[in-house]
């Protein structure tokens, strides 16, 4: 303990170091959980921060939360993204509306906004020290206050019981808690300027790639952010370290980067007019999860590193991070530190956090100075890896939790236990992504969600729960193994469309690595179960493999027929999903109603497939960022395309190619052909027969195998009704099975 | 390529075509995936950790029977499978040097064969646990828990792609973690398989992790030894970024060197100048003694398990002293 005398000024239950968006967002959700909260910041607010200034969905449904209404419906709306490669080539991206009133994408200056966001903690009872915190001061790993600095007092001491570290990228809490670790020498820098443009700005933000120097190129981009119709921030950020090029002095290059947007683009902007002076900033990349908590100091924000390490978004992190440090802060006072750690809890909410930047900057720098440009082909400026492009460029609001999607709310209105182990197999699932290979943990724990891993996980509980038990250890690695297994097949799938020249070492390896990955971790979730069961569950794995070969020797075939669509469904998921089923049911002390519900698995997965190839035709998938046809366009025919296929023109359109970005024609002639009628009369048929293998079983539960056949089949007719009705669902599907 | 024409591989065969025919035996109705796991399978000389396990049944009490090739076969397949990426780098590179001018149809079917064998790399996989299934429990968690390690060894070796500060510290642990503990199983489900007790499974599992670690360091010293001969060869750790012991050695003795590992990944001539410099500095010599230092614990850790001398030999094999190597 201290033994320093000096005066201590100020006590709280709970110290919040930093009144920046994280720190405040921290403070406020605190106060709201009726806990004594301070924070001290080291300046006056209002006070000006270097930003791009963008505000995501996300940020703006958290702002709202923190009723600032008023600032998001003031903002400044953004309806697009536009890519711009080379000042000569550019793309733009628009972004949908949101149905009900936010826009996509907005701009806020970080001057009002953070002083809106404070004043939130405030109003909810959060008091406010100015002072520089210079330390904590810490009794073992126990928190007794910090050292502070304030213009009042001098040096003085706060004291508190638990500690939030909010101090930003070059939090000083960071360094004297001995965990601002390794960072693989990478460092990254920001800097921006306001601008008034003579021409009208349009409403997108505008990406600038690639950035160079001395004609090497750097992991960054420039940008120019609207904040009004005439005024803009104009910036760049780039990853800095060994191998990663050589970036000159910061401010010659934005010197160089607003010059080149006046010569190269000066039709864009007409002339610019500088608006106050320039300011820049170290960026907080590089999240690890092993370095959020320190005993009962919690780190947030951009001092635990939580910036999005490929876009440098870092506002909306800072706030659904600074509001759930706060949640594990009144846990730990209720409950003591013996539960969740926090670096765990951020990482399952942000899979993308804890990529390793360096190899994900080595890598982009090498494509850039090696004939590439920027992580584009230059031709069509698009990324190179469709993976990468549809599941980690989707930078909209992401949630990784099963309880969202329609089965995971059906688990939680038939069985609260079941709920409950759903939700651990979810958590479980998710701590096994345990690698920093850049892409693999966000594109795993998206294709866990959006995919049919919840769908399997629920059988195995429900099937268990149905037969008597429920309560059995194994039946967790189980359900784990039947949610990793079904990902094999979109896994795999990515690599046949991989561009000829794309580089490797992004493309294929990475994929096949992660197939390899997903392999791995399913067998290895069944760890304790029986020999004999494994026996089963690896045939059936080999069974899914031989299903995924089927699906693409299928690709382009129009004329393949239901027979052989639904022998390929019953080899790529019947099998697996109906030894799962059997072995949930022998686990749980019923090996006598094995083969009803193998059967009835089977069947299962037969319905959600085919429910599923319906959803995807007509809504797709926001997770993982599928339009509505994207299957289609690729060459993966659903029943309801191979009936409507009946009709030559129709043939037609599919050999002309679909086109995504209109593909409502496309739907029109499939609903108008009867195909979607044909479609769902099978998957109704595939859901009875499910309920029929049951039917006779001694069963103590039946009503919960009908419910989960009854859900493939709503999941269908819902997507129909939605899509009649000119509504797209904004939630995950978990159809594909 | 297709399987019409070949003769039927023997079971009782402990190379590639012994693990070929258990590794295809589930496979039925698909002539495209068959071939795509054939030439997989045959596109490989037999790896270490299947060779160590045919030989590690010889130290059991049991001729091991059957059971030995199901075991050989099913760590052989670990390996195969994750071989694949490495074969499909090579083919992007291929594509990408010699046939920009292809039309769309060729690349495509190209693509499509691409897709094939990595469909195959998780059918493979797929197998290797089912045939695993069969050796009973111990040898199944051993064979499930090496797979995983082996996997994310892997990704760790993509993690590290163009880090010139790669220590040598970090590169061996990914080899201990891929090679070492693959060939560790392949002894292990040997010994087992032949009813060995659990000391002697230890002692070859001791042994096959030694030898697999101076087996994989040996392969890297000769991919730039073959290097410094010709530009003809182009170091495959040059190309792919991923620098192993004898770079990191070479990068020692000048760092200067490093900042331009990376755009040796296409000048086959500036790769070949630095395996020279490698040679020149002593790097691949360090290498080398420290392969022989494996090589000699591998030795060590067998002196007590009698029938061992096949396995044995295979250190012979791996010639770390031969003069192609180490001139």
């Known amino acids: 303990m201290s033994t320093e005398t000096v005066e201590t000024i100020a006590e709280a239950e709970v110290v919040v170091v930093g009144g920046g968006p994280a720190g405040a967002a921290c403070a406020a959700r605190l106060a709201e959980l009726g806990r004594d909260v301070l924070v001290v910041e080291k300046s006056e607010f209002p006070r000006d921060k270097a930003c791009g200034d963008g505000i995501t969905p996300l940020c703006a449904t958290q702002l709202r939360m923190l009723d600032l209404d008023w600032l998001v419906d003031d903002a400044h709306p953004i309806t697009g993204l536009r890519g711009n490669l080379d000042y000569r080539h550019s793309r733009m991206v628009r972004f949908k509306r949101k149905p009900v009133r936010d826009w996509h994408a907005y701009t806020i200056g970080r001057c009002p906004m953070d002083d809106a966001i404070l004043g939130a903690a405030r109003e909810r009872g959060a008091r406010l020290l100015t002072a520089r915190v210079d330390r904590p001061l810490l009794d073992g790993d126990r928190v007794t206050g910090v050292r502070v600095h304030s213009r009042e007092h001098g040096e003085a001491v706060v004291a508190a019981r638990y500690l939030v570290a909010a101090d930003g990228a070059t939090s000083r809490l960071r360094r004297e808690l001995g965990v601002d670790g390794p960072e693989g020498g990478i460092r990254t820098y920001g800097i921006r300027q306001y601008f008034r443009t003579e021409r009208r700005l349009d409403p997108c933000y505008d990406i600038y790639v690639p950035l160079e120097h001395n004609a090497s190129g750097l992991v960054g981009y420039g940008w120019v952010f609207p904040l009004g119709d005439h005024e803009a921030n104009f910036g760049l950020g780039y990853v800095e370290g060994p191998g990663l090029g050589e970036p000159g002095p910061i401010r010659e290059m934005f010197a160089q980067f607003v010059k080149n947007l006046s010569l190269r683009l000066g039709e864009r902007f007409g002339d610019v007019e500088p608006i106050g002076k320039h300011m820049g900033s170290p960026v907080g990349i590089g999240f690890s999860s092993s370095r959020c908590q320190a005993g009962d100091v919690f780190l947030v924000g951009d001092a635990a590193r939580m910036t999005d390490p490929i876009t440098g978004e870092g506002i909306a992190y800072a706030l659904v991070g600074g509001r759930r440090i706060a949640e594990l802060v009144d846990r730990t006072a209720r409950i003591g530190r013996n539960g969740l750690v926090a670096g765990k809890d951020l990482a399952r909410r942000f899979p993308r956090l804890g990529m390793n930047v360096a190899s994900f900057a080595r890598v982009t720098t090498q494509m850039m100075n090696s004939g590439g440009a920027g992580g584009t082909d230059g031709e069509s400026e698009q990324p190179h890896n469709p993976t990468v492009k549809r599941l980690v460029l989707n930078v909209d609001p992401f949630d990784p939790w099963w309880s969202a999607t329609p089965v995971g709310q059906l688990v939680t209105s038939l069985d609260e236990d079941a709920a409950r182990e759903l939700e651990a197999v979810n958590h479980e699932a998710l701590d096994a992504i345990d690698v920093t290979a850049p892409f693999v943990r966000e594109a795993l724990a998206k294709l866990l969600v959006s995919g049919a891993g919840p769908v399997g996980a629920a059988t195995v509980l429900l099937a268990a729960r149905a037969c008597g038990g429920g309560e059995e250890p194994a039946l967790r690695g189980l359900a784990r193994a039947a949610a990793y297994a079904p990902l094999i097949e979109p896994v795999l799938a990515e690599v046949v469309d991989s561009p000829k020249d794309a580089p490797e070492h992004l493309n294929n390896a990475g994929i096949v690595l992660m197939s390899d990955f997903v392999l791995t971790r399913a067998w290895a979730a069944q760890a304790g179960l029986p020999l004999e069961a494994t026996r089963e569950l690896a045939e059936a794995l080999e069974s899914t493999s031989s299903g995924v070969h089927m699906v693409h020797e299928d690709r382009y075939d129009w004329t393949q027929g239901t027979e052989r669509h639904l022998a390929t469904i019953d080899t790529l998921s019947g099998r697996l999903l109906g030894t799962v089923a059997g072995v949930a049911a022998s686990l749980a002390g019923a090996p006598e109603l094995a083969e009803p519900l193998r059967r009835y698995g089977r069947h299962l997965a037969c319905a959600y497939r085919l429910a599923a190839g319906i959803v995807e035709l007509l809504v797709g998938d926001d997770v993982s960022a599928k339009a509505p046809g994207y299957e289609v366009a690729r060459g993966f025919y659903s029943l309801p395309v191979l009936a409507a296929a009946r009709d030559a023109d129709l043939r037609r359109l599919l050999v002309r190619g679909l086109d995504l970005d209109d593909s409502s024609g496309f739907i029109e002639a499939v609903r108008a052909s009867g195909g979607l009628e044909d479609g769902l009369a099978e998957c109704r048929a595939a859901a009875e027969r499910a309920k029929a293998a049951v039917a006779d079983a001694p069963l103590v539960r039946p009503e919960l195998l009908a419910a989960l056949a009854d859900s493939a089949v709503e999941h269908a007719e819902r997507s129909i009704g939605s899509a009649t009705s000119g509504e797209r669902e904004g939630q995950t599907l978990a159809g594909k099975t | ?327």
Do not use: W
């Open chain 2, 1 to 327: 390529m297709t399987t019409e024409g070949r003769t039927p591989p023997d079971v009782q065969d402990g190379s590639a075509g012994g693990v070929l025919a258990l590794a295809t035996a589930g496979i039925a109705g698909s002539p495209a995936l068959l071939d795509a796991v054939t030439e997989l399978l045959l596109a490989e000389p037999p790896g270490l950790e299947q060779r160590v396990c045919l030989e590690a049944a010889q130290c059991g009490p049991g001729p091991g029977g059957e059971l030995r090739f199901q075991a050989a076969a099913a760590v052989a397949l670990v390996r195969v499978g994750g071989q694949v990426h490495d074969r499909m780098a090579r083919e992007a590179r291929e594509e990408k040097d010699g046939d920009r001018g292809s039309g769309p149809g060729g690349s495509r079917s190209r693509r499509r064969g691409a897709g094939s064998s990595v469909i195959a790399t998780a059918l493979l996989l797929n197998r290797g646990l089912a045939l695993c299934a069969e050796l009973g429990g111990p040898s199944l968690d051993e064979y499930v828990a090496v797979s995983r390690q082996v996997a994310e060894a892997r990704m760790e070796d993509v993690e590290d792609i163009f880090d010139i500060t790669r220590t040598s510290e970090r590169y061996m642990t990914i080899v201990d973690r891929k090679e070492g503990s693959l060939v560790a199983l392949g002894a292990a489900l040997g010994g087992r398989s032949a009813g060995a007790d659990e000391e002697t499974v230890a002692a070859l599992r001791e042994f096959g992790r030694e030898l697999g670690m101076a087996g994989q360091i040996a392969a890297d010293v000769r991919d730039l030894v073959a290097a410094a001969e010709s530009p003809a060869h182009h170091s495959v750790q040059m190309q792919t970024g991923v620098y192993t012991l004898p770079v990191i050695h070479a990068i020692g003795s000048d760092p200067a060197i490093a900042d331009s590992l990376p755009a040796m990944s296409s000048d086959p001539e500036e790769a070949t100048a630095f395996a020279r410099f490698a040679i020149e500095s002593g790097a691949v010599r360090s290498a080398l003694a420290e392969a022989d230092r494996h090589a000699g614990r591998a030795r060590a850790a067998l002196d007590a398990v009698p029938g061992a001398a096949g396995a044995l030999h295979l250190l012979e094999e791996l010639e770390l002293q031969s003069p192609a190597v180490a001139a």
